[in-house]
């Protein structure tokens, strides 16, 4: 909500605006690889991107083709977004763009919730200086 002087009335008076929309936004590129992104305007985004004024990314795999987006009230809400899918494997991303939403939680098993094998526990050495965990 915004505070805003009425021009009718005079009165100051909460007021709800309308925020900048954002758009948080999965391409895929020529070479099969994804681009993930966020932007207030999406039909401007997806033009600059094919134009190779987009990303170094997107502009050396052209053309891309838009496979899947969110659109928020917010763009720092997108950008969050954004900067959380970034972060997934390509599989992830996959089950995202097909709607496979409830295999989503098995494909976020983070490393150190998978078991350690005892090669990799015996190649494991202590930081030195470091004092251990309590």
């Known amino acids: 909500m915004v505070v805003e002087v009425l021009e009718t009335t005079g009165k100051r008076e ?3 605006k309308n925020t900048m929309k954002g758009y948080m936004y999965i391409l895929e590129c ?3 690889s ?3 992104g966020s932007t207030k305007n999406l039909k401007l985004r997806l033009e600059q991107h094919q134009c190779g004024e987009g990303a170094n990314h997107t502009k050396k795999r052209l053309p891309v083709k838009l496979v899947y987006f969110e659109e928020y009230n917010r763009i720092d809400t997108a950008f969050y977004r954004e900067k959380q899918v970034q972060g ?3 599989k992830k991303k996959k089950a995202l763009i097909e ?3 409830k295999t989503l939680p098995e ?3 983070a490393y150190r919730d998978i078991a350690v094998t005892s090669s990799t526990a015996a190649t494991a ?3 030195v200086g ?4 309590r």
């Open 125 to 127: 050495k202590p930081v």
């Open 34 to 36: 994804f681009y993930t």
């Open 88 to 90: 997934w494997n390509r």
């Open 14 to 16: 909460l007021v709800k």
């Open 99 to 101: 709607g496979h939403h």
């Open 107 to 109: 494909l976020a098993i």
């Open 130 to 133: 470091v004092p251990p965990c």
């Open 30 to 32: 020529s070479d099969g």
